[in-house]
């Protein structure tokens, strides 16, 4: 009988998380296969972040690329179910709702293998965001789920889950944060860029702000009245900067434009800027752990928990500018209480939960 878990990882949220449950599964000598789709392809987007967090060479890399999102799920599917058809799991765990989880969700289903969506129950309730769909169908064909957030347990109740198929484990992303902290250091970054002492951190990369060419000009008009009240760095994908670019956003001494970065001086960035302008949604929750405000552009998020809890608040483009008004004239750190169980301990949790479940599957 198998006894090994695979897990599913294909863009960079995805790495952040699977790190501290990787970790803790190979304390407790469970055994293990990492298969990287390749959903992000190129160094920065990828193998940074496995130097960053120190994980594990992938056994399997797909290889699958860009594309659109049925070119992606459907490469995807093919091969890890070319992989699982080979290698035979016990359990595949999966990350957040990138399209690399859906195919994985959805291959294992029909493989009969059992699954594990950490991350589980978050709901935007905006179906016009394509990772809603992701959610939705992971959480459904999951065996177990782990949420990172009390109303995550509510909404996988609400939609008729069984109470044991989920678990409140708390945020494995803060896990990755916390052991990382001492590293974060923005001083030789901002030297790096020729930054000031006061800069802000944007962001961007959702088509509804990017791939629309009035989205993406009201993007660029706020952040010109945002880049007037302080200095900006903008690590942006090259589609995106494009998108942008074609708008009217350009490169000066106010906004900087550049590449994507690794996980340690990203957040070394962030952790030195007076203020965040994202619309990730891992971004808000690295925000409120370390209490830099944080104005996510969006109409919605399936993180609340960072409104109620942290230092994040919802804005349109013309929003922006007074917000960050607000912002400027308020404390530098802004501090809310700390949502439950992000203590640095939920890759643990998981990792209990996953070894006890593979044992009475053995039984």
């Given at each position: ?24 599964l190979r ?54 179910e070319r ?111 020729g930054l ?168």
């Amino acid at each position: 009988m198998t006894t090994h878990v695979a897990h599913v990882i294909g863009a960079r949220p995805n790495f952040i998380k699977a790190a501290p449950v990787i970790r803790a599964l190979r304390d407790r000598g469970v055994a293990q296969r990492v298969v990287h789709t390749g959903q992000h392809y190129d160094e920065r987007m990828s193998d940074v972040f496995f130097r960053d967090l120190d994980l594990p060479t992938p056994d399997v890399n797909l290889g699958i690329g860009s594309g659109t999102h049925a070119e992606q799920t459907a490469a995807a599917m093919v091969g890890l179910e070319r992989e699982w058809l080979a290698a035979q799991p016990a359990l595949v765990v999966l990350y957040g709702d990138v399209n690399s989880t859906l195919a994985a969700s959805l291959v294992a289903a029909k493989l009969g293998v059992p699954s594990a969506h950490v991350e589980a129950g978050l709901r935007s309730f905006d179906r016009s965001m394509p990772e809603e769909t992701n959610r939705i169908v992971s959480d459904l064909l999951a065996d177990l789920l782990f949420t990172t957030s009390p109303e995550a347990t509510d909404h996988l109740t609400a939609m008729g889950v069984p109470a044991t198929r989920i678990h409140f484990v708390g945020n494995p992303m803060i896990d990755t944060l916390m052991a990382q902290r001492a590293r974060f250091d923005p001083g030789p970054e901002r030297e790096r860029l020729g930054l000031p002492a006061t800069y802000g951190v944007v962001t961007l990369h959702r088509p509804s702000n990017v791939d629309h060419d009035a989205s993406a000009r009201a993007v660029v008009g706020a952040l010109d009245a945002l880049a007037a009240r302080l200095p900006l760095v903008v690590p942006l994908h090259p589609r995106g900067a494009a998108r942008l670019t074609e708008a009217g956003l350009h490169d000066g001494e106010r906004l900087r434009i550049v590449e994507p970065l690794g996980y340690v001086a990203f957040l070394s960035l962030v952790a030195g800027a007076r203020l965040v302008l994202t619309d990730s949604g891992g971004i808000q929750e690295e925000t409120t752990m370390l209490d830099i405000p944080c104005l996510t552009m969006r109409p919605n998020t399936e993180r609340p928990i960072t409104i109620s809890h942290g230092t994040n608040r919802l804005v349109r483009p013309d929003q922006v500018a007074a917000a960050a008004d607000d912002i400027l004239a308020g404390p530098e750190r802004p501090t809310g209480t700390r949502p439950p169980l992000w203590d640095g301990h939920a890759g643990e949790r998981i990792a209990d939960l996953v070894a006890a479940w593979l044992a009475a599957s053995r039984a």
